[in-house]
């Protein structure tokens, strides 16, 4: 990652308008918000600008309006719960420039909050129209990046904003992007790197990048199937992307040059049915999957060894699960693997970065979620990390 400022690198804001771009795309219910994790992300920056003097205008979007005005999309609608998470109140402002703004930022006193309406009801913001930029950032004095799940994005209130204004990282996107460079940018090694999930075909570019990264690539999930069908194996008729199998023969020859070592199950726990504890549950060896069969997870012995690997390595980079881990007993390979995980790094002998919506579900679930060394509530823009393609967002944040 190249140098980028931070609120370290502030001077005297006493007064003046930070404009900052924050995550609150929050999942709704009955009016209220059922989880405000992005909000608690962004607490931090917030409330050090405010606490500094400076006046802060939250930009955010809220659901996909496509460039038009929805009533039902407003981000007025999570003004309460930002207000609840901040213990401050804010000022709704219904435009993101304009007069509208101007007056609002008068109002406003230093240390003061506003929240901009949803920057998506613009076409300028998704086609990062740069007049459309300039006309935000002519309210602002400087503008702080906290969004880091919404990076991948080339938008105007991403993007376009830093090329207008002095440009700095939040606290959270700091965090964010150290995490990652200590994971994949710059680790110690040797890397783990755990990828799990239904698909091969999602994660493609993913294990393309990582076999020329890491030293172990340990895939689960109904990925493995894919790749055991391409090395021969039987899988019956667990979910497997048997069009994909000469691609996971390649990616594995990849791997060995590189090399790097790919951890496949050679022990499985299989079914007829896909259920929580069917009666036809058992665990086998992967040669001995029958035809009615299907894998939903791996079995106790790969997963000891699995463990064992991590016990060697310095840095762990884990994107998705190694089994179907939503229904009992499918969940013992991946929360036994994510607890040992988390003893290793709460030794202090493995740095742990842990990414994806599934993800943070599995290592919740293992109860393990808080021992990790860092772990990214952001989707879209963690897979693309991991696929090593740069992200807009914090490329234009490079000092």
Not at 153 to 171: F, I
Not at 202 to 222: A, R
Not at 256 to 282: I, Q, W
Request: hydrophobic share 45%; glycine share 10%; charged share 20%.
């Amino acid at each position: 990652m190249s140098n980028f400022r931070t609120l370290d690198d502030l001077d005297d804001i006493t007064g003046k308008v930070a404009l900052v771009r924050v995550d609150l795309n929050l999942p709704m219910k009955d009016g209220s918000a059922t989880d405000v994790t992005r909000v608690e992300a962004v607490k931090p920056t917030i409330l050090e600008l405010a606490d500094k003097g400076a006046k802060v205008l939250l930009l955010a979007h809220y659901g996909r309006p496509k460039g038009q005005r929805h009533s039902t999309m407003s981000t007025s609608f999570v003004q309460g719960d930002v207000e609840k998470v901040l213990g401050k109140e804010i000022m709704f402002i219904p435009e993101v420039m304009g007069p509208v703004v101007e007056q609002s930022i008068g109002i406003l006193g230093n240390g003061d909050i506003g929240l901009l309406d949803n920057v998506r009801f613009w076409p300028g913001e998704e086609a990062n129209d740069p007049d459309f930029a300039k006309g935000i950032a002519a309210h602002g004095d400087f503008y702080v990046n906290d969004a880091f799940s919404a990076s991948h994005r080339a938008h105007a209130s991403t993007e376009g904003l830093a090329h207008h204004l002095p440009s700095y990282a939040g606290r959270a996107m700091e965090a964010e992007l150290k995490a990652l460079d200590a994971a994949l940018g710059n680790p110690e090694q040797p890397v783990a790197a755990v990828v799990g999930g239904a698909k091969v075909s999602t994660k493609l570019d993913v294990l393309e990048n990582l076999v020329g990264k890491v030293q172990h690539l340990i895939i689960g999930g109904g990925m493995a199937n894919t790749f055991l069908a391409a090395k021969g194996v039987d899988v019956g008729k667990s979910l497997c992307e048997h069009d994909l199998t000469d691609t996971a023969s390649r990616i594995m020859d990849e791997a060995d040059h590189a090399g790097c070592t790919v951890h496949l199950p050679y022990d499985v726990v299989v079914a007829k049915e896909f259920a929580a504890n069917p009666a036809s549950l058992r665990t086998c060896n992967v040669h001995e999957v029958a035809d009615d069969e299907m894998i939903l997870d791996v079995g106790p012995l790969a997963t000891e060894a699995l463990g064992d690997v991590l016990k060697t390595c310095r840095t762990l980079v884990w994107n998705g699960p190694m089994g179907a881990f939503e229904t009992e007993p499918f969940d013992a390979a991946t929360v036994a693997l994510a607890k040992t995980a988390a003893a290793l790094t709460q030794d202090g002998s493995l740095i742990s970065v842990a990414g994806g919506g599934d993800t943070v579900a599995a290592l919740a679930h293992a109860g393990v979620k808080d021992d990790f060394t860092f772990v990214s509530t952001a989707g879209g823009a963690f897979l693309e990390w991991m696929e090593g393609k740069d992200l807009p967002g914090v490329a234009a944040l490079a000092a």
